[in-house]
Every structure is written in C-alpha cells, then in structure tokens.
C-alpha cells in the first residue's frame, strides 16, 4: 500500500505535473490553534526545483494562515490525490519558508521554477513558499473519486484587475495589510509592503 521514497523521483515529478491542483496543510503550535487545509492551483504554481525541494506560487487570497504558520513554526506538507487514472495520493512533509515578492531572491526563484502564473497579474503575486521536502510518502487513493477536469476559473484575475483599475497596485498592497496581516489565531502574516510581518 503505502511507502516512503528517499526523494522526489522522475516519476513522481511527472506524475506530480499531471495533476489539476494540490493542497498545503499547516498548523500553528497553540493546541487551540486552527489546523489549515488550503487548495491551490493550476499545478504550474507548483514546481520541484530538486529532489528534496518544492515550490510554490502563493497568490493573493482572503487569508494567510499557511504564511503566518510558517513563519511560526516552518511545518508544511503539500498533497496531491489523482481524480483521474489509477488511484494515488502523494504527501510531500517538510519545512517552508516564505519568500515574499519585493525579496531580493524571489525574481531568481520565479524564473529557476519556471512557474505558470494562472493569472498575468504580477501584483497578485503575494510570494514563494520554499518547501525543504523531509519525508516523501504515497498511499492508495483508493477513496478519491474521479472527476473531471473543465478549466481554471478567471475570478483572481478579474479582481485584480479591477483594483489595478481602481487603485494601482497599491490597491491590491492595501488588501493584503487589510486581510493578510494575521491569521485567524492572530499569528503574524504579511505587513503592509506584502513582507512577512514581523513578530
């Protein structure tokens, strides 16, 4: 059923490529804390940069749980299931770090991941998560149904650029002040110039 791979191999990163969509899941230390599962996609936001290194294109959204969980305590696993073929689910645990659009690296890190942007909104592009890859592991997927592929929906784009219109990209820097800035648990974020916030 399930095992464990020393890394990310040719055939998982091809696998990894057919794939729509993939999810992160983060959690804060508070035991209180919520835990967070976060759909992301297409999958050319998605990139293995090597066999023990992922990446990942983190777009502006309504909240930044994964963000402010990293900065915390690092802990990540991005999963990906097969809705079509044989079944298969991929977990890939490890350590993030956030690398934020305005960061002197992160120009190097969009073109090295040859990441395709869903959306050509580069004021969207909240930042990089950086994923050191610790523990490769699959199971069945047995559970997963399968479903159909129709498309990506144009939503992101059509409301960044409608606060482009509105305000610059400015405007989409004053959103993530807004909404960005803690997680729900009131973990720091992202501050008002879209860099992690600091503690």
Known sequence: MGKVYEGIDQHQRDW???QALFFVGSA???????VNVSPKGPI????????????????????????????????????LCAFQGPPRIL????????????????????????????????????????????????????????MSYEGER?????????KIRVGGAEEIEAYVAK?????IDGLPAFDAEGQPSRS
């Open 91 to 146: 977990r890939l645990h490890g350590r993030g770090e956030v690398v934020p659009h305005d960061d002197e690296r992160f120009d190097d890190l969009y073109t090295r991941g040859g990441f395709e942007a869903p959306h050509d909104v580069e004021a969207a592009r909240r930042a990089i998560i950086l994923v050191d890859v610790t523990r490769v592991s699959d199971s069945c997927g047995y559970g997963v149904p399968l």
């Open 16 to 18: 990894i490529a057919e």
């Open 154 to 162: 144009p939503h992101l784009e059509a409301w960044a650029e409608k």
């Open 44 to 79: 050319g936001t998605l990139r293995v940069l090597d066999d023990h290194t992922v990446a990942y294109l983190d777009m502006v959204g309504s909240g930044a749980e994964t963000v402010a969980h990293i900065r915390e305590n690092g802990r990540i696993v991005v999963m």
């Open 179 to 183: 909404k960005n800035a803690e997680s």
């Open 28 to 34: 804060p230390l508070d035991e209180g804390g919520h």
